[in-house]
Structures are given as structure tokens and as C-alpha cells.
């Protein structure tokens, strides 16, 4: 179940604190939304190993393919908001990560992923899970999947597009269309 901290003015955590605090909570996934209040969820195994077979089909599909960079839930991405959030599953071209210096990829990147992926667990809200997406979308997010395997439902959202596809049934394949050309998924492995 996620829980939110709001410390109002008592507390700012700076990058550096935030990753120092997240070391010593390892089994909680922090996360700050820019309003500087921290969210922490710990995975369940289910959540887990489904998590690791999407993060797993997207790695063999990058390295087949060569053409950006992938990274797992652990990895933090400041927002223009001055959001930290850590989707499940992210891609970013080599172009977009040429914009930026040794030293911004040393701490959380500044730049959105061209690519993210949220996994739901069943103690998630889709409510707030929904509102997440549309802060990666704001942030400049080309494509980004929501998934509810408990529904069976994935919320497909794209850049340019105000409405949000939804399919539904695990018995689909989803494409990575023009952002990661040739990437599917068979949501039927997140069952």
C-alpha cells in the first residue's frame, strides 16, 4: 500500500538526502512529487516478478536494438515540477541522453523518459496511479503504459493525445509503436 509523508516546511530533502534516505528504507521504493511530499511502497512478490519479466522484455529488446537506454524501478528522474519519481520500467534515446552532462546522470537525470511503464499492485489506487501518468505525459513522455494486471486493463497514454486508450484482457500484445519500433509486450506474462 503506498503511503504519502507530507513534512510541509519541517523537512526538504535534497537529491543527495533523498537517495541516502532511500539507502537506509531498502525495501521501500521512495519517491518525491513536487510538492516535496515522499510516497513509499514497498513491491509484493507478485508485483515483483511481473515487474522483472517487463523490465526483462524491454532490456533484450534494447539490446537488440541499440538505440537508447533502459533502466529499472530504482532509478530516479527529476521533473521540470521538481518531481523524483521512479517508474517501473523506462527507455530513453541516446540522442535525449546526450543532452546531458557525466554529472547529471551521476544523480536523478533531468529529463523525462521517452518511455515509462507503471505496474499496478492490487493495494494501488488507480486514481492516483492515473494522475502520476498524466504528470509523466506533462513532463514530456512520449508514450507511457499503465498496467493493472488484477483488471486486466492497460491505459495507453501518448504524447499529442488528449484521450487515453484502454484495453482490456491480458490476451493482448502491445506495441511500442514509433517510440520503440519493433518492442511488444505480451500482457498475457504480467498474469
Known amino acids: 500500500m503506498e503511503m504519502t509523508l507530507n513534512f510541509g516546511t519541517l523537512l526538504q530533502l535534497t537529491d543527495k538526502e533523498l537517495v541516502e534516505l532511500s539507502s537506509l528504507n531498502a525495501g521501500y521504493k521512495l519517491e518525491r512529487n513536487a510538492k516535496g511530499e515522499l510516497s513509499m511502497s514497498p513491491t509484493f512478490f507478485h508485483t515483483g516478478r511481473k515487474n522483472f519479466r517487463l523490465c526483462l522484455r524491454l532490456g533484450e529488446w534494447n539490446e537488440r536494438t541499440a538505440l537508447g537506454?533502459?533502466?529499472d524501478s530504482s532509478t530516479g528522474y527529476k521533473l521540470p515540477n521538481e518531481a523524483v519519481r521512479s517508474p517501473d520500467a523506462a527507455w530513453i534515446s541516446h540522442d535525449r541522453i546526450a543532452t546531458l552532462t557525466d554529472k547529471q546522470l551521476?544523480?536523478?537525470?533531468?529529463?523525462?523518459?521517452?518511455?515509462?511503464?507503471?505496474?499496478?499492485?492490487?493495494?494501488?489506487?488507480?486514481?492516483?496511479?492515473?494522475?502520476?501518468?498524466?504528470e509523466w505525459m506533462d513532463a514530456g513522455c512520449r508514450l507511457a503504459w499503465l498496467l493493472n494486471p488484477s483488471s486486466e486493463a492497460?491505459?495507453?497514454?501518448?504524447?499529442?493525445?488528449?484521450?487515453?486508450?484502454?484495453?482490456?484482457?491480458?490476451?493482448?500484445?502491445?506495441?511500442?509503436?514509433?517510440?520503440?519500433?519493433?518492442?511488444?509486450?505480451?500482457?498475457?506474462?504480467?498474469?
Open 106 to 134: 551521476d544523480g536523478f537525470a533531468p529529463i523525462c523518459p521517452d518511455f515509462i511503464v507503471e505496474l499496478m499492485s492490487d493495494s494501488d489506487r488507480l486514481e492516483t496511479a492515473q494522475q502520476k501518468m498524466h
Open 154 to 191: 492497460a491505459y495507453i497514454y501518448r504524447t499529442g493525445f488528449t484521450e487515453i486508450e484502454v484495453v482490456s484482457g491480458f490476451n493482448t500484445v502491445l506495441s511500442g509503436e514509433d517510440v520503440l519500433p519493433g518492442f511488444v509486450l505480451n500482457l498475457s506474462e504480467l498474469r
Open 69 to 71: 537506454e533502459a533502466t
